[in-house]
């Protein structure tokens, strides 16, 4: 039976609870919060009472904020211990984030004492920094260990942790010394000891570290999860692959709205109101209305020109829409390449010089086609054809120059590269690709 049919089945009333309990015993827990987060109010707390005790915790920490509150505001104060208690750190750390005021006073009031100093410990650090997304719940082991003692460990306690895939090793001063994986672990003698084979050069992050550089970590040593360290290098918690997925979908958000030069916004689409929506756009609609004024102070120094030939005005559109397309896609391409890690602030010599040449090909390109089409449309008017082609190559040349250091100038700067996408790129563009036409005109035309 699929999900569809039970969340159909449940709704009809058409399932008796052992059924529907047996059902969801066999089920993945994110498949269940799925089904959870189809149903009303009072179904959804009525399904997740019968869950057994062994998975709701687990089911607990997919279902989305909203319904994460509706099912505590349900439950007893014992209940909610029980859920809270067996939640790995992250993941309730994840959830008192998202809550009001009361009720994370009443979850914390909850939780035994050295859970909920953790999770208030956790909470202290800055929302992008490693520290945020770590949880502690890992598996150490002492430099003295043997591989049998390390199996025992892993045995008597894995099933409260969160991995047991990588085992980290330290001193009596939870100095981090190293790592030892499930597998060299697997392959190693019984009596080896756990110094003698693990693995000194392993990469680990600080607390305090933002969470860009972790990401860019994870990726450039394919990691399944990481040690984070405080500032005297002892271990203090692990950050696994798929805090690393959030992080990676969070910071993608937001970059594409700042991108489209939106005020990134905390909740998806749908949650978000609609004045909220209004906010976070209006700010930049109203920025870019105004930098007009400078292309509109252009036009208006250039008006006899225009009255004197009428058709130079046919072409602004063209040249201003080719401009702000040839310096978006160099933008975006060193934006992409340096959140991939592919382009450093000292490539900024070699991305010019590069999209120096990309911008000649374009705008040697495109100007031929333009010749040809504004000669045929315009009863052979070469000085006309000459001054829309130059300029176009010219507008083309100086966008690609633009949007390509622009970002770089802007990480140099400590500022967000994706802020100067849209918003700056676009006035620098139109205004210069104006004046690059309107004195080419000038010049041809003897205006």
Request: include cysteine; aromatic fraction near 6%; charged fraction near 25%.
């Amino acid at each position: 039976m699929n999900k569809e049919e039970i969340i159909e089945l449940i709704k009809e009333g058409s399932l008796d609870i052992a059924k529907l309990k047996l059902l969801l015993s066999d089920m993945n827990t994110v498949d269940i919060a799925e089904i959870l987060e189809e149903l009303g109010r009072e179904k959804i707390v009525q399904i997740f009472r019968i869950l057994p005790k062994a998975i709701a915790s687990d089911v607990f920490a997919y279902i989305d904020t909203d319904h994460q509150q509706t099912i505590i505001e349900t439950l007893t104060d014992s209940e909610i211990g029980e859920i809270i208690n067996k939640l790995f750190v992250d993941d309730a750390v994840d959830f008192i984030e998202e809550m009001p005021a009361n009720v994370v006073k009443r979850v914390l009031q909850n939780v035994p004492f050295a859970k909920r100093k953790i999770i208030n410990q956790i909470l202290q650090y800055p929302d992008d920094s490693a520290g945020s997304i770590m949880t502690t719940e890992y598996i150490d082991l002492r430099e003295g260990t043997k591989v049998e003692e390390a199996f025992d460990t892993i045995r008597t306690i894995g099933i409260n942790k969160e991995t047991i895939y990588n085992c980290y090793v330290i001193r009596n001063d939870r100095l981090l010394l190293g790592g030892v994986s499930a597998k060299t672990l697997m392959l190693s003698k019984p009596q080896d000891n756990i110094a003698s084979i693990m693995d000194i050069d392993i990469a680990f992050a600080y607390t305090t570290d933002d969470r860009e550089i972790v990401v860019e970590l994870f990726k450039k040593y394919n990691l399944l999860a990481m040690p984070v360290v405080d500032k005297e290098q002892r271990l203090v918690g692990i950050i696994t692959v798929d805090d690393i997925v959030d992080v990676i979908v969070e910071e993608s958000t937001e970059d594409i709205e700042k991108m489209a030069a939106l005020v990134p916004s905390e909740e998806t689409y749908l949650k978000t109101t609609i004045f909220q929506h209004a906010r976070n756009r209006f700010v930049w609609m109203l920025i870019l209305m105004l930098s007009a004024t400078i292309t509109g102070t252009i036009i208006s120094s250039f008006e006899k020109g225009l009255m004197a030939i009428p058709i130079l005005m046919a072409f602004i559109p063209m040249l201003m829409n080719t401009g702000g397309i040839a310096g978006s896609q160099s933008s975006t391409l060193i934006i992409r390449g340096m959140a991939v890690g592919e382009i450093e602030l000292k490539d900024i010599l070699i991305i010019l010089w590069k999209e120096l040449r990309v911008g000649i090909l374009c705008g040697l390109g495109l100007g031929l086609v333009n010749f040809v089409r504004v000669l045929i449309m315009n009863n052979n008017d070469w000085k006309l054809c000459i001054t829309i082609t130059i300029s176009l190559f010219c507008t083309i040349l100086m966008a690609k120059t633009v949007g390509s250091v622009l970002p770089i100038f802007a990480k140099r700067l400590k500022i967000d590269p994706a802020i100067m996408s849209a918003p700056l790129l676009t006035t620098i563009v139109d205004a210069v690709s104006l004046i690059i036409y309107f004195s080419f005109a000038k010049l041809i035309f003897g205006l």
